[in-house]
């Protein structure tokens, strides 16, 4: 879970580009806080518009970040010509989301041929303190030789 | 898996308003298609800011709309003092999320005095026909007697 | 999730074969009751020695029944040059296993060339009458033209 | 993730009682190897009993040794006169089971009142060597004030 080494040495380039690509993270206020080889960091700060019915970061913004930051943390170690996709994940969520921001950390367990194994940590950012709010545990699927904008296909 | 009871008659009220209170609801343009006693669908027409690098539905997107209507159909089996936590899930996503709209089904699968176990298939509308592109399978814990404007609490 | 075309004409004698290879089912006292395409039922006689602190069967069984269950429901859908790996699953325990025999019913949910998502009921038979006690959804790995006797590989 | 103090000064006796009681952990071989407050390790030696098709361990002796490393974790943290259910696990299998014993170790990520947020990482020893074949991640129940003995219960 230390250290890897990525096949493509523009992975910093390569994982910015592909997360200005999603239009969702834009709708988030999603930041992209960290690239490194196995492990990403995304930033999100309190907004109304992400809240559930209590007033606190939504569940589904937790889960959200959660994929993003592991499907980039197993991103980062391919290739160029590669693209990725979530396979599955799941999540606990073990606090309520209450704070001035989330913060997701991705990293990889296990990289594979054909299948990634990754996890999430996300953290509650409240009076400077980070919290951690949920966890989560991913399968990626690496589509070789797909680079992304041609990748219109599934598992 | 098929006829539960609701404890409170105004189960869809409460359900609505619930709904209605959930700020990122509203981000992602989700409306409330059906509420019934331990089942409820949600429905999101496509935008350009839901989306992921291939322009298609964001699979945080997919995992929200599971999680919102698999804890509302749980949600709808209970008292109108009680609120309810998602405790976890995990989702498989199985196709890409290529349409004109998501349409996500809850339903409860095991009711429970703490805990309630529930399910959702998320589904994605092109040219008229679904099809399934996600499935979820969530925990739920039943905040007694904590109405949903006073609850900050935690599991 | 109703009907699938097996690739494998003998599908069930190829997946009473596999059955029968695993070690663990004898010691389980494992049945397969029943082999259709994409559906299997397995069943497990009660039996002190596959209890759980409480004298009921254990969440470890009905966790290993489960798995086997829907693993081979997605394996008798294969070619008979395929073999199958559990990705990864996950299970919700909704009841004691308190009875006479567990029986665990496996289905594919979406077959795929590399990925094929399936699921698991696992009921308790009490006195005659099935009880839910848990439920799955699972993730298989087809290892493509690498019969099962040669395979050890990994994903 | 790192120092939770116990409730139970006696909680090695009161984890190891329990452990034994459960009839599947001797038909396993299992042995409880570590008890420390919040951290458990159970190692199991290779036996062709508990094998899948391919004379490995059985993925469901995997799931089995990290629900149950990951559920006494959780349990050394709580009274003697609280017991503990296992309400869902996902895992993660990266690796055959291809060695001489299974080791698994689980923690806890997140004490609470009612829910547990626990995890286990489980291990094949080859040759002296540790590979890492499976990652889980576990929800529990406490069932306050309801001694192991008399819990018929359910979440």
Redesign the interface.
Known sequence: MSDFAPDNPDFEAFVRA??R????M??LGAELTKVAPGRTEIRVPYD????????FF????M???A??AAGYAGNSLMAAEDSV????????????G?GEALIARGEV??P????T?T?ADVFVLKAGREK?CA???Q?L?RMAGKA??S?????
């Open positions: 592909s997360f690509r999603q239009g969702f834009a709708h109304r518009r992400l809240t559930q019915q209590h007033g939504h569940g589904g913004v889960a959200t970040v994929d993003v996709l979530t396979v599955e994940f799941k999540i606990n969520i073990v606090a309520p209450e367990i296990r594979g041929r054909t299948l194994v996890r951690l966890t989560a545990l399968t699927m992304e904008r990748d219109n296909g599934q598992a």
